[in-house]
């Protein structure tokens, strides 16, 4: 019933993390009732998104320029390298403002039961990285979860020579103990902090 440009618009919505089905028709059809200036400016910056970034050389962050404007900036401390899985962490840490160092992104996470080994990351470059000799400390941020902590358990094993830490886990600022989960409520006990006396 519905035309075949509108019925791909939405199978190809539908495929889009947390797009279902329903929400696909409704974005489809908004775009066929907007103003043509207000559509085709999303299929612009789609196309854009994957016509002009790539991969840092560096870090392997996505970016327009190479190196990114992180690794180019003098300023950042050249001795830590914060490891993430995507380009969409290095954003979230970023806003925080407080991290001045180097990033790598492996562009993925450790994954057997989707296909994904350590073949499949960038691993490569972050060893060539620790093996210029500048680094002294990667910190390794990986996601909370069974895949994060084998990528960050494979990182461990593999980086020598170098410190290795871990972002640290717990109860987030502003919740109550009632709603964490066990799992949670275990880290932030093993994660303690000692309170020193003035």
């Known amino acids: 019933m519905n035309p075949e440009p509108l019925r791909r618009l939405i199978v190809e919505l539908s495929k889009l993390p947390g797009i279902g089905e329903r929400t696909a028709e409704r974005l489809a059809f908004h775009m066929l009732s907007a103003p043509r200036a207000e559509a085709l400016p999303l299929a612009d910056a789609i196309r854009d998104l994957k016509e002009k970034l790539r991969a840092c050389s560096q870090c392997t962050l996505a970016t327009e320029s190479d190196p990114c404007a992180l690794c180019a900036d003098p300023r950042r401390d050249r001795s830590c390298v914060l490891v993430v899985e995507q380009s969409r962490d290095v954003w979230a840490i970023e806003k925080t403002g407080t991290y001045r160092g180097l990033y790598h992104v492996l562009q993925g996470r450790l994954s057997p039961l989707d296909g994904v080994g350590p073949e499949d990351l960038t691993l490569r470059k972050l060893t060539d990285i620790i093996n210029g000799g500048a680094v002294r ?23 020598t020579g170098v410190r290795v830490t871990r972002l640290a886990r717990g109860l987030p600022a502003g919740s109550t103990l009632e709603y964490a989960s066990r799992s949670v409520l275990a880290e932030a006990i093993q994660e303690r902090r000692s309170l020193e006396h003035d």
């Open 137 to 159: 400390e990667v910190i390794l941020a990986t996601n909370p979860n069974a895949e994060g902590d084998a990528t960050c358990f494979y990182l461990k094993k593999r980086l």
